[in-house]
C-alpha cells in the first residue's frame, strides 16, 4: 500500500485530531504517503485533499475538534455520488482510507468497501452508540465537560435551593446522561432506553424536600424528553423552583483527555497497521483493553450498544 487517504466525518469530537496524527505518523513510518480530505465525505466529492505529513500534524495532538474539518454531504449518501466518489479516489491513487466517525460516517465507510475500496473506520461520537466498541473517541472527555459543568450547577443549585435538569447530548443514546449521573452525584437521569415515570420522581423529591433536601439535580438525555416541559411539571407537583440548563455543543469540544489521546492514538495506529497488513472494510473497536477489527458490516446492521450494564448501575444507586 502506497498512498493512503483519511477524512473525519459526522459531529466532531475530542480525540479526532490525535487520531489524525498517530494514523499520519505510523503511515508515514511505513513508507507511506498520505493526504487528509478536508470536510469529510464532501471534500472527497471534491478530491479537497492535503498532503499529510509528520510537520502538517504537530501541535494537534491537545486540540479538540478536527483540524481536517467535518461535514454533512447528501451527494455522498446516493449511489452515484459513491461511485464518482471511488473515481476520485482512484484518480488520486489512494489504495486505502481511513473514515474517523460515527454511525452515519461508517455507513459511507461500507459503501466504499463494498465498492471495492479498502477502508478501515474508526469509530468517534460522543454518543457511544457504535456497537462492537466499548468506548468510541470522545466520549470520556465530553464526560467530563459535563461532569465540569455539572458540579459547577450543583454549587449554584444548593446556593438558591432549586432544582436543574441539565440537558445532554446523546442523539437516541443515554450512555453520556446515565454516566454523567452516577459520577456527579445526580438524583436522576432521564434517558431513552428506561421509561420515565415523572410522577414518581416528582414523589421522591417532594419525600427528599421534607427529610430537608432542597436540591436536586436530574441529568436529562437530549432524546428522553423536553427539558422545559419537566422541570415545569417538578415546579408544579413540589413547587420546588426549577432551572433548566442545555449543555450543547460545548459536551464537543475542548482538549482531549488523556484516555481519549490514548485510544486516539491506539486506534489510529491500529487502523493503518490493519490496512497495511490486508484487512478490508473493517472497523478498529476497543473490547476488555484490546484493540479488535469487526467487520463494518456487523457494525452496520449491529444492534446499537446495549447500556443494560450502565443502567442496572444507576438503579442499583438509586439513580
Ligand atoms: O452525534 C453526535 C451529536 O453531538 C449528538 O449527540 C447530537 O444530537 C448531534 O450530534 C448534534 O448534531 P449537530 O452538531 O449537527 O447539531
Not at 454533512?72 to 482512484?90: D, N, V, W, Y
Not at 461520537?125 to 472527555?141: E, F, K, Q
Not at 481519549?260 to 472497523?283: I, P, T, W, Y
Not at 477489527?293 to 442499583?316: F, H, M, N, W, Y
Amino acid at each position: 500500500m502506497k498512498k493512503i487517504g483519511i477524512l473525519t466525518s459526522g459531529g466532531d469530537c475530542s480525540g479526532m485530531n490525535a487520531c489524525i496524527r498517530a494514523a499520519v505518523r505510523t503511515a508515514i513510518r511505513m513508507n507511506m504517503e498520505v493526504v487528509g480530505f478536508r470536510k469529510g465525505y464532501l471534500g472527497l466529492m471534491k478530491g479537497d485533499c492535503i498532503p499529510l505529513d509528520t510537520k502538517a500534524v504537530s501541535g494537534i495532538l491537545h486540540r479538540g475538534g478536527t483540524f481536517l474539518q467535518s461535514a454533512r454531504s447528501e451527494e455522498f449518501r446516493t449511489p452515484e455520488g459513491q461511485k464518482k466518489a471511488m473515481e476520485i479516489l482512484a484518480n488520486l491513487k489512494i489504495d486505502g482510507l481511513v473514515v474517523i466517525g460515527g454511525d452515519g460516517s461508517l455507513k459511507g465507510a461500507q459503501a466504499l468497501h463494498r465498492l471495492g475500496m479498502p477502508v478501515i473506520g474508526v469509530p468517534a461520537s460522543i454518543d457511544n452508540d457504535i456497537p462492537y466498541t466499548d468506548m468510541a473517541l470522545g466520549v470520556d472527555s465530553a464526560l467530563n465537560n459535563i461532569i465540569y459543568a455539572v458540579d459547577c450547577i450543583k454549587d449554584t443549585a444548593s446556593s438558591h435551593a432549586r432544582a436543574f435538569v441539565i440537558e445532554v447530548m446523546g442523539r437516541n443514546s443515554g450512555y453520556l446522561a446515565s454516566i454523567a449521573a452516577i459520577a456527579s452525584g445526580a438524583e436522576y437521569a432521564l434517558v431513552p432506553e428506561r421509561e420515565t415515570d415523572l410522577a414518581e420522581i416528582c414523589q421522591q423529591l417532594r419525600a427528599r424536600y421534607e427529610e430537608g433536601r432542597d436540591n436536586a439535580i436530574i441529568i436529562l438525555a437530549e432524546g428522553a424528553g423536553h427539558g422545559d416541559e419537566i422541570a415545569a411539571t417538578i415546579k408544579d407537583a413540589i413547587g420546588f423552583e426549577t432551572r433548566v440548563t442545555v449543555l450543547g455543543h460545548y459536551q464537543r469540544g475542548g482538549a482531549p483527555t488523556v484516555f481519549d489521546r490514548l485510544l486516539a492514538s491506539r486506534f489510529g495506529k491500529n487502523a493503518v497497521e490493519f490496512l497495511a497488513n490486508g484487512q478490508r472494510g473493517v472497523m478498529v473497536g476497543l473490547s476488555c483493553n484490546s484493540v479488535l477489527s469487526t467487520p463494518i458490516d456487523d457494525v452496520v446492521k449491529g444492534e446499537k450498544r446495549p447500556q443494560d450494564e450502565v443502567l442496572r448501575l444507576a438503579e442499583v444507586l438509586g439513580i
